[in-house]
C-alpha cells in the first residue's frame, strides 16, 4: 500500500521519512515525518494537521505554510496557526514535522487569462457588467453601479462584517447584558 505525502521544504531526496504512530517516550523533530503530536517537541513547527485521529489532514496544507505545537495539557495540545488562531486538537492527530515547499507560490504571476483557465481557473466576470437578470448589481447605462451594499449572485452580502453566527449570538448577548 502506498500513500502520498505534501512536500516539506528542506527535504532532500534520499531523506528517510516516517508516518504513523511511534512506540518511544523519546520526542522526535525530523523534518517531513508524519507522527502523533504527542511525539512532537514543543515549538516546532508543523503541517498537515488532522483535527480528528485517523481522519485525514484537514489543516496547513498551502505552500509556505506551517503552524507551531505550543503546548499539552490532558489529551488535547495546543496548536497555534499562521493566522493567530489557536486550537485544541487531539494529542494522537497526526502532523508532518516542517514547513510546506513552494514558499515563493503566491509570487507566481500566470500573464495571461489563457494560462489561467490551462490550470483550472473560469474566468471571473464583474456583476456590474451582466444582466439584471444574471446579478444584482447589472444592468442600467453606462458603468453606473447599483447604489447598494455589495453583494454576490445569490443577493448574499459580501465586504461586510463577519456573518459567524456564533460570534453573532454572543454580540447579541452581552448586549442584553449590558443594556438591561
Not at 523534518?31 to 515549538?43: E, P, Q, T
Not at 494522537?92 to 515547499?101: K, L, M, Y
Not at 444592468?139 to 463577519?162: D, E, I, L, Y
Request: hydrophobic share 35%; glycine share 10%.
Amino acid at each position: 500500500m502506498s500513500s502520498l505525502i505534501l512536500a516539506i521544504d528542506n527535504l532532500q531526496l534520499g531523506d528517510p521519512i516516517y508516518s504513523g504512530n511511534i512506540n518511544a517516550d523519546s520526542l522526535v523533530r525530523y523534518n517531513g515525518w508524519a507522527v502523533a503530536l504527542k511525539n512532537i517537541n514543543h515549538f516546532t513547527s508543523i503541517s498537515s494537521i488532522e483535527t480528528k485521529p485517523y481522519v485525514g489532514s484537514k489543516l496547513v496544507r498551502t505552500a509556505g505554510n506551517s503552524a507551531v505545537l505550543i503546548g499539552r495539557s490532558g489529551k488535547k495540545s495546543l496548536i497555534k496557526l499562521s493566522s493567530g488562531w489557536q486550537l485544541s486538537i487531539d494529542l494522537n492527530c497526526i502532523a508532518s514535522i516542517g514547513i510546506i515547499s513552494n514558499k515563493n507560490h503566491k509570487y507566481e504571476i500566470l500573464g495571461s487569462a489563457g494560462q489561467r483557465r490551462s490550470i483550472g481557473f473560469r474566468p471571473t466576470v464583474r456583476g456590474v457588467a451582466k444582466n439584471p437578470c444574471d446579478h444584482p448589481h447589472g444592468g442600467g447605462n453606462g458603468k453606473k453601479s447599483k447604489p447598494m451594499a455589495p453583494v454576490t449572485a445569490w443577493g448574499r452580502f459580501f465586504k461586510s462584517p463577519s456573518t459567524n453566527k456564533k460570534k453573532d449570538r454572543q454580540n447579541r448577548r452581552q448586549f442584553k447584558i449590558y443594556n438591561s
